[in-house]
């Protein structure tokens, strides 16, 4: 009984370190650069010799930070919507729907998840290249054509939550509102996407992050003056090494940190994450 009690003991005890190893990998970094933001010193040594927020003031007033994040901002709330209008109805038909290569279908939605940044910005490129060449339509190095590639980037993430929220819904309850005289469309929106709600906000959520934070593909199709956030950080880091980095990454950090936790407050995310 005691050699039993012992190996549940250390069973518990390894399955702690593993979760306490895994927590520290993925905080550390985001604890470092935090810190990092507010040391007085312009080129970073250890230890540190003061604490301001000069870096913050100094992330603003350059253009291209403001003008990398707004540009950030638009394609990802497009992208994110555009994203939903597609990948509402596609979750719906692939989790309701037997229909012939409907697995093909989910591994092909899926795909961009799996596919390296680079390749994927790659064969966006080319074809929009094509596509330039054969209608004329100035596309390539465009806001349209930069968010047409970030809906492919956002579209997975919607499928797949939404895709969650389905799988746990009881359909009897939709059927009793048709049974009671409610028509498809209201029976949807009244008692199907309450369900999913969850599904859908999580999944446009993680989608925005994804579009907002995205580099590799971005860099194929942005014209020249066009920029980022991303790009914009990569860009300073190329000719500078000091804190307002870590300023302008606190500050995105923070924006997405506030994004989660209002979408929590209303919209339990737990629930699908």
Do not use: C
Request: proline residues 6%.
């Amino acid at each position: 009984m005691a050699v039993l009690i012992d190996t549940r003991r250390l069973g518990r005890w390894s399955l702690n370190a593993v979760a306490t190893l895994a927590m520290a990998y993925i905080l550390v970094p985001l604890v470092a650069v935090t810190w990092l933001a507010f040391w007085s010193q312009e080129i970073p040594t250890f230890p540190p010799e003061g604490y301001t927020l000069h870096w913050f003031g100094a992330a603003l007033a350059q253009d291209k930070f403001v003008n990398g994040f707004l540009t950030s901002l638009q394609v990802g709330v497009a992208a994110t919507l555009l994203g939903l209008v597609l990948g509402v109805p596609a979750a719906l038909a692939i989790a309701r729907r037997g229909f012939f290569g409907r697995a093909w279908i989910n591994q092909l939605l899926l795909m961009p998840l799996v596919v390296p940044g680079v390749v994927l910005g790659t064969s966006i490129y080319v074809f929009q290249v094509e596509v330039e060449i054969a209608t004329e339509i100035p596309i390539l190095g465009s806001i349209p054509g930069l968010i047409g590639g970030h809906i492919l980037i956002v579209i997975p993430w919607i499928v797949r939550l939404i895709g969650a929220s389905l799988a746990g819904f009881d359909r009897a309850i939709e059927e009793a509102a048709l049974n009671l005289g409610a028509n498809p469309w209201t029976a949807f929106w009244r008692v199907t996407l309450p369900s999913i709600r969850p599904g859908i906000v999580a999944g446009a959520l993680f989608g925005f992050v994804t579009s907002f934070g995205n580099l590799e593909m971005s860099l194929f199709l942005l014209s020249p003056g066009m920029t980022t956030l991303p790009i914009a950080i990569l860009q300073y880091l190329e000719w500078r090494l000091d804190p307002t980095i870590a300023a302008v990454s606190v500050m995105q950090i923070a924006l997405i940190a506030v994004a989660m936790i209002i979408t929590d407050r209303y919209v339990k995310l737990a629930r699908v994450v």
